[in-house]
């Protein structure tokens, strides 16, 4: 009766509950359950029953991944969309449709269609290639089998079959399934570690506790036999938070806990200890993994762009020539269909090849890019945009971890009156020995001790007290692993120093923790209640944890409660910025002061205070802080308003400094892409005085410039006033904090963007992830030049996909940076070459390529109009059939598709003298004035190949085709040669087999081609002539040209 009871209850709560969310909806109505059947439905809290998934209040999604573009049905239509929704493929489709219309035929169908196919198979392949990829990985996660428990016992589940309400065990280094609330856990210590690099990008463990009601059951089956249930939050985004509660209603009285994020394991998380068993919460796309995975902007290359703009000339010239045509024939007869052939007549002005060249160089380039052995590991995880690295003007770059190894090392504590740097750290140490020496001695207290004992014993109670703040205030675990001569149990029981690893969510607290060992105070052992130090004489000092709060960027600090297990003291430790802790410790002097000058030196600051509590004060803040826990809505402002009523007047102990090392070779590489013509601009969470003393120290900004530190401001006046002293500075470096950069991006965006782009270097400081993002795309916005965003960490995410190029540094921070790039290096002096070397080939070969291919268009259309003209403006082809597919394909396509090898100077070269890379930043390369070159280059030979074959042919328009076509070959070929700069053995590979292809072809060619006449010696020399008068020219004038105004690359290879 009871329980039938308590189930009307829950019922009754939940109908109540949806009432509260949508006043419209009382109850479950019809609209309702319509819209839950079609999905869409908006996202509300829920409740959910352990081990019982059938007392659903709602419908739940599959628990399936599916990052696939397209299904079976959709692949074809989709793809096929995707790629006529453009209109230069749309025109290729419109023009092949065309011949199926007779009076607009102008000869085989094949000659229309099989570019086209080509084309589109290309595309179809490489798309299904991918989708079929996805689909593997996939089916490879949702296959995976877990152990579920049921009434029946333990039973294999996949994946894509857990349910909501489902109780899963996860066993060490699996994958957790779905998002689940932590009920048990086989580790001694109740607790567990998870890996999260695959949802946040950090690479340390973090530390989950389970339910503290259900973990204290003798066996995991027992949470089928109590009735409790989880309320949770409706699905969201948020990673880093949770609200929730559980229930358990058969004991007496009802237990109610509050839920955090503390205890939850979210899906792609990895399981770093022990077996777990969780209830999930959320499953397939409310999963907080899935939620979180958004599709990055579909970046288009500026070259891309620019060869479209190319393309529309090309097509605009190509309707202003038909129009010619018809005009020149005075519109006479049915004049709209001459225009109509007439543009399917000069449709090689548009070149249907350009695309697919374009689209194979990239590939090449991004394979020769992944097989540098100067840049291993280097991954190109965009393939579309390599040209974009040869034309960076803005490199906007993280500090941490980017420009600094993120390896933090111990250098300095300094205790107001007194600092112990290095090379002093023995005096720490005998401090520390000095204090549990006295005390295990424990002495009679003395009445004569000098003074200078007094100074001493005080110090060394200062330091102590300090050393044990550090020691306890942090979130480090110390875990044993085998050495291979003692395994974990055996470690783990005797605190073996030669098998204990630091765990920790920051490499700071690990630095911390590690110096603190050194001078003689270990932590040998932590679990969720308590920790455990040793004394230089080995002694073990327990802790009980009574509170922890932990670090957060808001907060900026974090603190413990502990009780000393010998004396029965509680204290209250903390640590943070001192931006934060200013406010929180009592007055003094020389914090302020002591902070800026270790923050100049390159050390990060961190000041630790203490607050020692009574048994009473404890006890009311604890009744507070649960109460404050247990609430649903407002629960971390309530929560973060008691915390706060303890952090007041604590006691000032140390400031501790901790220096982060540079990487390797940063300061040579940013003096090589400062000489290139690319500013750099550091952006970074840090202080300003770290800021800025990194930047010097790496060089960003140079000994001899001036600094300019743009004071804090807070309003519109402030801000003008200091934008006015700004501007009467010249070449100074620019350093200013994220808050005074929003109140000016605010009232004066235009004004600072225009003097901070004047500035040789700019660091912006204490940067939130989401400006950092704010600041490329104003660049790009306010300039038009192209950003490169280079960084390590998750918080670098949002920069590095707005800008035009992202590369992503594999660091201690994890991978989430790196897999989020277009470009994945290894360290950051290989940008250098990425930049120097690869991105000015890729540009500088696209940009010879493409011309080139329009060149080899423009020549036949050139000759296509002489013909035309010549016969009284008829719309007859010239060439037909497969002479017309085998001049953009196999007669051509090896050697102009081998330009992607060329190079004008070598890699040591370019590295050498990054001033090469300066001439591409104007896009000279690829402007109006070469793409013109190329056109009158193209008429002059196309002009050239047709009067001189209509001026020598003898008797039959068959000999016109001969003449004509085999010149236009070999003048593409020698084209080729004139245009490649530094020879590779494949280039001459394809001419010569480009050539052999077209010589063995004329033999299948009689019905285009008088097989007997190419075999005279007057075709061989007509031949000649036309080709000498085409080529000759140009080789003359390339010489000249590099005779008397050679271009600067020249000046270094000659």
Same mark, same amino acid.
């Given at each position: 009766?009871?329980?039938?009871?308590?189930?009307?209850?829950?019922?009754?709560?939940?109908?109540?509950?949806?009432?509260?969310?949508?006043?419209?909806?009382?109850?479950?109505?019809?609209?309702?359950?319509?819209?839950?059947?079609?999905?869409?439905?908006?996202?509300?809290?829920?409740?959910?029953?352990?081990?019982?998934?059938?007392?659903?209040?709602?419908?739940?999604?599959?628990?399936?991944?599916?990052?696939?573009?397209?299904?079976?049905?959709?692949?074809?239509?989709?793809?096929?969309?995707?790629?006529?929704?453009?209109?230069?493929?749309?025109?290729?489709?419109?023009?092949?449709?065309?011949?199926?219309?007779?009076?607009?035929?102008?000869?085989?169908?094949?000659?229309?269609?099989?570019?086209?196919?080509?084309?589109?198979?290309?595309?179809?392949?490489?798309?299904?290639?991918?989708?079929?990829?996805?689909? #593997?990985?996939?089916?490879?996660?949702?296959?995976?089998?877990?152990?579920?428990?049921?009434?029946?016992?333990?039973?294999?589940?996949?994946?894509?079959?857990?349910?909501?309400?489902?109780?899963?065990?996860?066993?060490?280094?699996?994958?957790?399934?779905?998002?689940?609330?932590?009920?048990?856990?086989?580790?001694?210590?109740?607790?567990?570690?998870?890996?999260?690099?695959?949802?946040?990008?950090?690479?340390?463990?973090?530390?989950?506790?389970?339910?503290?009601?259900?973990?204290?059951?003798?066996?995991?089956?027992?949470?089928?036999?109590?009735?409790?249930?989880?309320?949770?939050?409706?699905?969201?985004?948020?990673?880093?938070?949770?609200?929730?509660?559980?229930?358990?209603?058969?004991?007496?009285?009802?237990?109610?806990?509050?839920?955090?994020?503390?205890?939850?394991?979210?899906?792609?998380?990895?399981?770093?200890?022990?077996?777990?068993?969780?209830?999930?919460?959320?499953?397939?796309?409310?999963?907080?993994?899935?939620?979180?995975?958004?599709?990055?902007?579909?970046?288009?290359?500026?070259?891309?762009?620019?060869?479209?703009?190319?393309?529309?000339?090309?097509?605009?010239?190509?309707?202003?020539?038909?129009?010619?045509?018809?005009?020149?024939?005075?519109?006479?007869?049915?004049?709209?269909? $001459?225009?109509?052939?007439?543009?399917?007549?000069?449709?090689?002005?548009?070149?249907?090849? /350009?695309?697919?060249?374009?689209?194979?160089?990239?590939?090449?380039?991004?394979?020769?890019?992944?097989?540098?052995?100067?840049?291993?590991?280097?991954?190109?995880?965009?393939?579309?945009?390599?040209?974009?690295?040869?034309?960076?003007?803005?490199?906007?770059?993280?500090?941490?971890?980017?420009?600094?190894?993120?390896?933090?090392?111990?250098?300095?504590?300094?205790?107001?009156?007194? +600092?112990?740097?290095?090379?002093?750290?023995?005096?720490?140490?005998?401090?520390?020995?000095?204090?549990?020496?006295?005390?295990?001695?424990?002495?009679?207290?003395?009445?004569?001790?000098?003074?200078?004992?007094?100074?001493?014993?005080? =110090?060394?109670?200062?330091?102590?007290?300090?050393?044990?703040?550090?020691?306890?205030?942090?979130?480090?675990?110390?875990?044993?692993?085998?050495?291979?001569?003692?395994?974990?149990?055996?470690?783990?029981?005797?605190?073996?120093?030669?098998?204990?690893?630091?765990?920790?969510?920051?490499?700071?607290?690990?630095?911390?923790?590690?110096?603190?060992?050194?001078?003689?105070?270990?932590?040998?052992?932590?679990?969720?209640?308590?920790?455990?130090?040793?004394?230089?004489?080995?002694?073990?000092?327990?802790?009980?944890?009574? $509170?922890?709060?932990?670090?957060?960027?808001?907060?900026?600090?974090?603190?413990?409660?502990?009780?000393?297990?010998?004396?029965?003291?509680?204290?209250?430790?903390?640590?943070?910025?001192?931006?934060?802790?200013?406010?929180?410790?009592?007055?003094?002097?020389?914090?302020?002061?002591?902070?800026?000058? =270790?923050?100049?030196?390159?050390?990060?600051?961190?000041?630790?205070?203490?607050?020692?509590?009574?048994?009473?004060?404890?006890?009311?803040?604890?009744?507070?802080?649960?109460?404050?826990?247990?609430?649903?809505?407002?629960?971390?402002?309530?929560?973060?308003?008691?915390?706060?009523?303890?952090? =007041?007047? =604590?006691?000032?102990?140390?400031?501790?400094?901790?220096?982060?090392?540079?990487?390797?070779?940063?300061?040579?590489? /940013?003096?090589?892409?400062?000489?290139?013509?690319?500013?750099?601009?550091?952006?970074?969470?840090?202080?300003?005085?770290?800021?800025?003393?990194?930047?010097?120290? +790496?060089?960003?900004?140079?000994?001899?410039?001036?600094?300019?530190?743009?004071?804090?401001?807070?309003?519109?006046?402030?801000?003008?006033?200091?934008?006015?002293?700004?501007?009467?500075?010249?070449?100074?470096?620019?350093?200013?904090?994220?808050?005074?950069?929003?109140?000016?991006?605010?009232?004066?965006?235009?004004?600072?963007?225009?003097?901070?782009?004047?500035?040789?270097?700019?660091?912006?400081?204490?940067?939130?992830?989401?400006?950092?993002?704010?600041?490329?795309?104003?660049?790009?916005?306010?300039?038009?030049?192209?950003?490169?965003?280079?960084?390590?960490?998750?918080?670098?995410?949002?920069?590095?996909?707005?800008?035009?190029?992202?590369?992503?540094?594999?660091?201690?921070?994890?991978? $989430?940076?790196?897999?989020?790039?277009?470009?994945?290096?290894?360290?950051?002096?290989?940008?250098?070459?990425?930049?120097?070397?690869?991105?000015?080939?890729?540009?500088?070969?696209?940009?010879?390529?493409?011309?080139?291919?329009?060149?080899?268009?423009?020549?036949?259309?050139?000759?296509?109009?002489?013909?035309?003209?010549?016969?009284?403006?008829?719309?007859?082809? /010239?060439?037909?059939?497969? /002479?017309?597919?085998?001049?953009?394909?196999?007669?051509? #396509?090896?050697?102009?598709?081998?330009?992607?090898?060329?190079?004008?100077?070598?890699?040591?070269?370019?590295?050498?003298?990054?001033?090469?890379?300066?001439?591409?930043? *104007?896009?000279?390369?690829?402007?109006?004035?070469?793409?013109?070159?190329?056109?009158?280059?193209?008429?002059?030979?196309?002009?050239?190949?047709?009067?001189?074959?209509?001026?020598?042919?003898?008797?039959?328009?068959?000999?016109?085709?001969?003449?004509?076509?085999?010149?236009?070959?070999?003048?593409?070929?020698?084209?080729?040669?004139?245009?490649?700069?530094?020879?590779?053995?494949? #280039?001459?590979?394809?001419?010569?087999?480009?050539?052999?292809?077209?010589?063995?072809?004329?033999?299948?060619?009689?019905?285009?081609?008088?097989?007997?006449?190419?075999?005279?010696?007057?075709?061989?020399?007509?031949?000649?002539?036309?080709?000498?008068?085409?080529?000759?020219?140009?080789?003359?004038? *390339?010489?000249?040209?590099?005779?008397?105004?050679?271009?600067?690359?020249?000046?270094?290879?000659?």
């Amino acid at each position: 009766m009871g329980t039938r009871c308590a189930e009307q209850r829950q019922e009754g709560g939940q109908r109540a509950l949806a009432a509260r969310q949508d006043p419209a909806r009382p109850g479950r109505t019809r609209c309702c359950e319509c819209l839950r059947c079609c999905g869409r439905r908006d996202p509300r809290p829920r409740t959910v029953w352990l081990g019982h998934p059938e007392k659903r209040d709602q419908r739940y999604p599959r628990n399936v991944i599916n990052n696939q573009k397209y299904n079976f049905f959709t692949f074809l239509p989709g793809v096929l969309f995707n790629q006529f929704k453009y209109f230069f493929n749309l025109y290729f489709l419109l023009l092949a449709c065309s011949q199926f219309v007779v009076e607009m035929r102008l000869g085989a169908l094949y000659t229309y269609w099989v570019p086209l196919g080509f084309v589109l198979a290309v595309t179809v392949i490489r798309e299904a290639a991918e989708e079929i990829r996805c689909y #593997m990985r996939d089916k490879e996660v949702n296959s995976q089998i877990y152990s579920k428990l049921t009434a029946r016992g333990t039973v294999k589940v996949k994946s894509s079959n857990i349910q909501v309400g489902d109780l899963i065990i996860v066993e060490k280094n699996q994958r957790v399934p779905a998002d689940m609330i932590f009920l048990r856990t086989s580790e001694k210590n109740g607790s567990c570690f998870l890996r999260t690099d695959q949802l946040d990008g950090e690479t340390d463990w973090k530390l989950r506790l389970p339910v503290t009601c259900t973990q204290r059951l003798p066996t995991a089956s027992e949470l089928l036999q109590i009735r409790s249930y989880v309320y949770a939050e409706e699905p969201n985004i948020d990673i880093h938070n949770f609200v929730g509660t559980f229930t358990r209603e058969d004991s007496d009285p009802p237990v109610n806990e509050s839920l955090s994020i503390e205890n939850t394991l979210w899906a792609s998380t990895v399981i770093a200890s022990g077996t777990v068993v969780g209830v999930v919460l959320y499953t397939g796309r409310e999963l907080r993994s899935v939620m979180n995975t958004s599709n990055p902007r579909s970046k288009i290359g500026l070259f891309d762009l620019e060869v479209n703009c190319l393309t529309k000339i090309l097509f605009g010239a190509l309707v202003v020539v038909s129009l010619v045509m018809v005009a020149l024939q005075h519109f006479a007869g049915r004049w709209y269909l $001459q225009i109509i052939r007439f543009l399917l007549l000069f449709s090689n002005i548009i070149p249907i090849s /350009l695309r697919v060249n374009l689209d194979m160089g990239k590939i090449v380039y991004s394979w020769v890019i992944r097989r540098d052995s100067k840049i291993p590991g280097t991954v190109v995880r965009s393939s579309t945009i390599p040209e974009q690295l040869g034309r960076i003007s803005y490199l906007l770059t993280d500090k941490t971890g980017t420009l600094t190894q993120n390896e933090m090392v111990f250098k300095r504590l300094h205790l107001g009156t007194v +600092a112990y740097g290095l090379d002093s750290m023995d005096e720490v140490q005998s401090h520390i020995f000095s204090i549990y020496t006295q005390q295990s001695q424990d002495p009679p207290a003395v009445k004569g001790l000098t003074l200078a004992t007094k100074v001493r014993k005080t =110090m060394s109670s200062r330091v102590h007290e300090a050393v044990k703040a550090i020691a306890l205030c942090h979130n480090v675990t110390p875990v044993y692993e085998s050495n291979g001569v003692t395994d974990q149990a055996e470690a783990e029981r005797h605190y073996e120093d030669s098998c204990r690893v630091y765990q920790a969510s920051s490499p700071d607290e690990v630095a911390l923790v590690q110096w603190t060992e050194s001078v003689g105070l270990t932590l040998v052992g932590r679990d969720q209640s308590s920790v455990q130090l040793r004394t230089p004489g080995g002694h073990i000092l327990n802790f009980t944890i009574l $509170q922890i709060f932990p670090f957060t960027y808001e907060s900026k600090r974090m603190g413990i409660i502990v009780r000393d297990e010998s004396t029965g003291e509680i204290t209250f430790y903390m640590k943070g910025a001192d931006v934060v802790m200013a406010g929180i410790v009592q007055y003094n002097d020389w914090l302020e002061e002591e902070c800026g000058n =270790m923050a100049r030196e390159g050390l990060r600051v961190l000041v630790v205070a203490k607050k020692s509590l009574t048994e009473e004060q404890y006890q009311d803040f604890e009744a507070r802080y649960v109460q404050a826990k247990l609430s649903v809505h407002d629960r971390s402002l309530k929560v973060a308003t008691v915390i706060e009523s303890l952090e =007041m007047e =604590m006691e000032l102990l140390c400031l501790t400094g901790v220096e982060d090392q540079l990487q390797t070779d940063v300061r040579p590489t /940013l003096e090589t892409l400062r000489n290139a013509g690319i500013k750099v601009w550091m952006l970074t969470g840090d202080k300003l005085e770290t800021a800025t003393c990194t930047a010097k120290n +790496a060089h960003l900004v140079t000994r001899t410039q001036d600094i300019h530190i743009f004071r804090l401001v807070t309003n519109r006046g402030e801000a003008h006033l200091e934008l006015n002293a700004f501007r009467r500075k010249h070449d100074c470096a620019l350093v200013i904090s994220g808050d005074s950069l929003e109140v000016c991006l605010k009232y004066y965006e235009y004004e600072f963007m225009e003097l901070a782009c004047q500035c040789p270097a700019v660091v912006c400081c204490r940067c939130a992830p989401t400006q950092k993002a704010q600041i490329v795309r104003l660049l790009q916005e306010r300039t038009g030049k192209l950003t490169c965003a280079v960084g390590d960490g998750g918080n670098d995410v949002s920069m590095i996909q707005e800008a035009d190029c992202g590369v992503g540094v594999e660091g201690k921070e994890g991978k $989430q940076a790196s897999l989020a790039a277009d470009f994945s290096i290894t360290q950051f002096k290989h940008l250098g070459r990425l930049l120097m070397v690869h991105g000015r080939n890729s540009y500088k070969r696209s940009a010879a390529l493409s011309q080139f291919v329009i060149h080899r268009s423009l020549c036949i259309s050139t000759m296509q109009a002489v013909f035309s003209s010549v016969f009284y403006f008829a719309s007859v082809p /010239l060439y037909q059939g497969f /002479l017309i597919i085998g001049y953009s394909t196999i007669y051509t #396509m090896f050697p102009v598709f081998s330009l992607v090898l060329d190079k004008d100077v070598k890699s040591e070269v370019a590295m050498l003298y990054p001033e090469l890379y300066k001439d591409l930043l *104007k896009g000279r390369p690829l402007s109006y004035k070469t793409f013109l070159i190329w056109v009158l280059i193209s008429i002059y030979q196309g002009s050239i190949i047709m009067y001189g074959a209509l001026l020598l042919f003898e008797s039959e328009f068959v000999h016109i085709v001969a003449i004509s076509f085999t010149s236009l070959i070999l003048t593409e070929l020698l084209m080729v040669a004139l245009t490649i700069q530094t020879w590779h053995w494949l #280039m001459i590979v394809a001419e010569l087999l480009s050539l052999s292809c077209y010589i063995a072809s004329l033999v299948f060619l009689h019905e285009f081609i008088d097989v007997y006449f190419i075999a005279t010696l007057s075709f061989l020399w007509k031949v000649t002539v036309i080709t000498l008068v085409s080529c000759l020219p140009l080789y003359v004038l *390339k010489y000249l040209r590099r005779r008397f105004s050679p271009p600067s690359y020249s000046k270094l290879t000659s």
